[in-house]
């Protein structure tokens, strides 16, 4: 085992802790569910990528780039005082039980570090040699300790191709690049970007990707490889050089320059390896740029520093997607129950479903919005669980909607005769709809239909059944508007019922009680709410006009006194005389006696348009009696109010054990949830704990 001679900058015991949480946390699989933050090494195929690994190393990684790697490989790297080498691999999410127990017991069990070797032993424990599986989601892991080691960890992932050849396909190049692109777009990932020198700039892929998913240029550090290759003097060199003093592509961590070994020096030791290193940035163009950015010594140094500077500025947010990610599996498994394989074990859980559900349904109902189910945007918009919001504001729109549209007439004041009537008309008929008709006109109609229903009733007044035809035909609209409301409160109703069920049980319970519990019940609600509905409408259709209410007579003389006054303006528009005197005085001149005149000539002489008006008034005035009795009588008390019991634990009493079978007996699917569900909150309960740890041990690490 070949180790470097040069010793790391000085590193803290702090930082070590800070690594070993967080590499702590990817080796049990918290990665699955929350991104890390962490360092990956991108490339292009024969970019160099593992001549770095190796000079940060001091190992000997595999350098046949053109054999495509497909799977990534953990690179952990911890100064001790001992040296040590640990492999093994962490399966993928996709692995089952028993292949994921067969992976972890993976070993190397040879005495020294032989990179090549170890990665074709983990294909095949990956199954990659055989039934032409062509990529893995499994980690290989390879934990290297050492006293000249830093403290880093580093994600190698393949390199990019784009032409296929005997050993590998372009289908092959597409895997490869799907997988580093998905590491590339995790936000709390550094991309280490190493770039060939050896290679036209343009033509290397990693650098496009990065600045497509880093626009900013904020998470990647530059990695320049093979700059020997370069002639001395050349636009090339200069190129490399001023890309690497940030003048080109701009990131944010700058770029580094390293040199690799060549194919003659590939037996040379790593104390060899680095001293020619040096000798050559002693020399040429790269004297100009700092010595920060050159060679492996202060490369190792400063992406330890890079990762760990990542990682305390991102700890806050991690804990807070733990944090959440305990919260939701808590619901779910809440909401999966525990496990229930008898009829009683399954009676009792519908219990509990149905005690939340009528508790949401009647938060809901009341209007009172505390529980967080009204806050939660998942499966739903809130406003549409918010059941008395919806319901207050589809009513307020019903209100205003029959003021428009609830009547088939629309009756216009304004003309108090036929003369003026006319001239209005001239003016307001491209405004006017087909419902439109002036008072005026109204009246002449109500006139000829009183002469057909004439009975006994002596001049002036009329028969009081002409207020029930005018009422039957004006309110034709209302059966439709009303059942067009019921409509909408029901669709509103669904939604909030489907939402509470499947918030408080899993998917296949909540199908399952819908089918056979509530779908039934809320057609029984429907049901009632029409009758509910035609007994409001049917009396005013069809019957004679009752009410008791001494508002009707109030508003029928509000209606005839503002129509009163209508005519009085006019007139006495034409009474008064103006003259206007010195500095603005205006004065009226009139006739005391004529006045008098005007206001004894005010009552109406034709009898028959007397009690044609009246009998208008008094429709208009019982019109709008209806609105109040929808909403309260049929919307509120036929359905909303019943909706917290469409559940009610008597219902759940009565079934059969069959039918608790039926609805409450879990699936394979329930099953294998709750199994997925629990192993995934034990990884981030575990995660939290050492969170916590480190918090607790080091609080100026994880300032919240």
Known sequence: MHVTGESTALQSQEHRDLLDIIDKLRSQGISQFVDLPQIIVCGDQSSG????????????????????????????LRRSLSTGVKVHISPGPDRSPDEKKRLEAFEYIRDDLDVSQVVEDAKDAMGLNVNDKIFSTDILRIEISGPSQPHLTMVDLPGLFLAGNKDQ??????????????YMRKPRSIILAVVSAKSDFALQQVTRHARALDPQGIRTLGLITKPDTLDQGSDSERFYAELCQNSDVKFRLGWHVLRNRNYAECYTTTAERDKMEEDFFSRGIWTLLEASQLGVTTLRVRLSNVLRDQILMQLPSVL?????????????????????????????????????????????????????????????QPYEKRLRAVVQNTLSDFAEQMRKEGHARVIREGPTSEKEDNEEDEEDDEEDDDRCVSWFDYVEEVKALMKEARGRELPGTYNPLIVAELFSKQCKPWQRLVCALSERILAS???????????????????????????????????NLDTKVEEILEPHLSGHPITYNHYLTENVQKMQAARQRRKLEERLKTFFTVKELYEGTVTYSFNIRSL??????????????????????????????????????????????????????????????AEVRRIAGESHESTVERARTTDKLRILESGMAELKRLKKHNPSMLAT
Do not use: W
């Not at 525990?338 to 009676?347: C, K, L, M, N």
């Not at 009647?362 to 945007?377: E, L, P, R």
């Open 169 to 182: 396909s372009e289908e092959d190049s597409n895997i490869v690049k799907s997988l580093v692109l998905s």
């Open 493 to 527: 109703s669904y939604l909030a019922v489907n939402s509470a069920l499947q918030n408080v049980t899993d998917g296949q319970t909540a199908e399952a009680l819908l089918r056979e519990l509530i779908g039934p019940s809320i057609e029984i609600l429907r049901k």
């Open 596 to 657: 008098l005149d005007i206001f004894a000539s005010s009552t109406e002489p034709d009898m028959d348009k007397l009690s044609c008006s009246m009998a208008a008034d008094m429709m208009g005035a019982y019109y709008k009696a209806v609105i109040d009795d929808v909403s309260v009588l049929a919307i509120e008390r036929c359905l909303i109010q019943q909706l917290p019991d469409l559940l009610a634990p008597e219902a759940i009493y009565d079934l059969t054990d």
């Open 320 to 380: 807070d997607d733990v944090e959440a990610g305990i919260k939701q599996c808590e619901a779910k498994l809440a909401k999966l129950g525990v496990s229930r394989s008898t009829a009683s074990e399954q009676r009792r859980y519908l219990l509990k479903v149905s005690s939340g559900f009528s508790s949401l349904l009647k938060a809901a109902v009341d209007g009172v919005y505390t529980d967080s189910f009204f806050a939660n945007a998942d499966h739903s």
């Open 49 to 76: 990528k593992s001549s770095v690994l190796e000079a940060i190393s001091g190992m000997s990684f595999p350098t046949k780039d053109n054999l495509c790697t497909r799977f990534a490989t953990e690179l952990i």
